[in-house]
């Protein structure tokens, strides 16, 4: 790419990302990417803060690959009989990230003392119950995507867990929401509510895969295990709607600062072909690095084969 080409790019994909809230760290990575997809080449810098200010100037010019991003955590024993399975051909153990989430990347729609202290009981309680699960909605866009606020915990369970999570969380101090659904059973402690999620919008219910591709997070304080990159993107994509309005620039936080296994993707945004056709393109129309072959296989699922 001719330096005039490659400083506008930078200087857009910056502004992309910069809309998104990312910080600068996300936002150079993101030019990175950037870069490689329109066939640029690029150096990263070495130190861990870089400001936006500097990022205009990155015209590189030494090729360099993006390194691996190790996986190191070990699952609990009662997750997985097998072990979790590998998440792609590289040598990353899909056993999960050491994210932080603290006081800096989160904002609570309730008095935080309460929400950390609520957040604190359910994990407690998620123990206690011994059961498969994973936090998604807010907490896990944080841990995948950008600094933002959350009103609720949002855990995803097996529809058959269900009675013993519940029955945990009564233990544990939270009330029951007695109003029925077809796929979720609400608690709430003081000003907290806790979401059980067992089928979401789509429907996608947990299973085996999205287990082993969970992450581990520390979320103040805690370690706990949060929905894959992949299946929280689809799931933010299929969920969007005019009150979670959010949850499209969630999607977009995500695809820009993480590295996304785009076959699994593809396998599960089957649940929503058109919605998710929809995001990647928006998300190509602000720069982001969605690869073009997604974008075609995608659509030949929604649309079919041209004759």
Not at 289 to 296: E, L, M
Request: net charge negative.
């Amino acid at each position: 790419m001719e330096a005039t080409a490659v400083t506008g790019l930078v200087r857009h994909t910056i502004h992309s990302a910069a809309m998104l809230k990312l910080c600068p760290a996300a936002i150079l990575e993101h030019v990175n990417q950037a870069l490689l997809s329109r066939g640029g080449v690029h150096e990263a810098p070495c130190q861990d803060d870089v400001d936006a200010d500097s990022l205009t100037g990155l015209v590189c010019q030494t090729p360099s690959t993006p390194s691996p991003s190790h996986r190191t955590t070990t699952w609990p024993s009662w997750w997985f009989a097998a072990g979790p399975t590998e998440r792609d051909g590289s040598d990353r153990p899909a056993a999960g990230y050491h994210h932080a989430v603290a006081d800096d990347r989160a904002r609570t729609g309730t008095n935080e003392m309460d929400f950390v202290a609520a957040f604190q009981r359910t994990c407690d309680a998620l123990q206690q119950a011994g059961t498969p699960y994973l936090f998604m909605g807010g907490i896990a866009s944080i841990v995948h995507g950008r600094t933002s606020w959350t009103h609720d915990l949002d855990v995803f369970i097996r529809r058959a867990d269900e009675p013993t999570v519940v029955e945990a969380l009564v233990q544990a101090g939270f009330r029951l929401d007695p109003t029925p659904s077809s796929w979720l059973t609400k608690l709430w402690m003081d000003d907290v509510f806790v979401d059980v999620i067992y089928s979401s919008t789509g429907p996608m219910d947990l299973d085996d895969e999205m287990l082993a591709r969970g992450e581990w997070a520390e979320v103040w304080t805690r370690k706990v295990p949060v929905l894959g990159p992949e299946d929280l993107v689809v799931t933010k994509a299929l969920a969007h709607g005019e009150e979670t309005s959010h949850y499209w620039w969630d999607a977009l936080a995500i695809i820009a600062k993480r590295e996304l296994d785009w076959d699994y993707f593809l396998q599960r945004a089957r649940r929503g072909p058109r919605r998710t056709l929809s995001l990647l393109l928006y998300a190509q129309s602000t720069d982001l690095a969605v690869p073009d072959p997604v974008i075609r296989r995608l659509a030949a699922i929604t649309l079919g084969a041209e004759p």
